[in-house]
C-alpha cells in the first residue's frame, strides 16, 4: 500500500515498495513526475523574479519622480528668488516715487517672464463677452448700450497653467437692461 505524508509527493521506493524493482510504467510516471516538479520550481521562481523586478521599477520610478518634481521646485524657487531680491533692492533703495515705481515695473516684468517660462498664462477679460468658466462676476451692473453680457473691469487677474485654470478673473460685467414686466419684452409679452 502506498502511503504519504500530507504535502509530500511519492518517490520510487514508496511507489514500487521497499527493495522492489520499479515497473517501466512506473519510472515513465515518475520521470514525468520529476519532469513537473522542476518545471513547477522553475515557474515559481520566474514568478518570483517577476515580481521583485516590478517592486525595483516601481520603487525607480518613483525615486525618479520625486527627484524630477524636487529639480522642477528648486528651478521654480530660484527664479521667486530673484524677484525677492529685486524686491529687497527696491525697499533697501533711497530713492524717489518714479525710481520705487521703475524698480517695480522691473520686478512685474521678471515675474511676468518667470510664469510664462512655467507655462502660466493670464485670462484675457477686460472688453471680451463674460465666460462664467474662467471669469467670476464680483459686480454685475445694466447697460442699455450692452448687446449681451461684457467684461467691464478686471478686479483680479485670472491665470491658466498648461490649459488648466488656476483661478478665474474676477470682473464687473456689465449686461444689457432688462425690461420691466410691465413693459413688453422683444416677444410682444
Same mark, same amino acid.
Given at each position: 500500500? #502506498?502511503?504519504?505524508? +500530507?504535502?509530500?509527493?511519492?518517490? &520510487? ?29 522553475? &515557474? ?35 527664479? #521667486? ?25 522691473? #520686478?512685474? +516684468? ?56 488656476? +483661478? ?22
Amino acid at each position: 500500500m #502506498i502511503e504519504q505524508d +500530507r504535502g509530500q509527493t511519492p518517490d &520510487s521506493a514508496t511507489l514500487t515498495g521497499a527493495g522492489a524493482t520499479p515497473s517501466p510504467g512506473a519510472e515513465s510516471l515518475l520521470a514525468e513526475l520529476e519532469a513537473a516538479r522542476r518545471e513547477a520550481r522553475e &515557474s515559481e521562481d520566474r514568478f518570483l523574479r517577476a515580481v521583485a523586478d516590478h517592486e525595483n521599477y516601481r520603487r525607480r520610478m518613483d525615486r525618479d519622480l520625486a527627484a524630477h518634481i524636487r529639480r522642477g521646485k528648486g528651478e521654480l524657487l530660484r527664479g #521667486i528668488l530673484d524677484l525677492a531680491d529685486g524686491l529687497e533692492l527696491a525697499a533697501r533703495s533711497p530713492t524717489d516715487g518714479a525710481g520705487l515705481r521703475l524698480g517695480l515695473e522691473v #520686478i512685474q +516684468r521678471q515675474l511676468a517672464a518667470l510664469l510664462d517660462k512655467e507655462g502660466v498664462s493670464v485670462i484675457a477679460a477686460q472688453g471680451l463677452p463674460f465666460d462664467p468658466t474662467v471669469h467670476e462676476a464680483l459686480l454685475v451692473e445694466e447697460d442699455p448700450s450692452a448687446g449681451q453680457e461684457v467684461v467691464r473691469e478686471e478686479l483680479r487677474r485670472g491665470y491658466c497653467w498648461c490649459g488648466e485654470l488656476l +483661478r478665474p478673473a474676477r470682473v464687473r460685467v456689465a449686461r444689457p437692461a432688462h425690461p420691466r414686466r410691465d413693459e413688453p419684452g422683444p416677444l410682444g409679452r
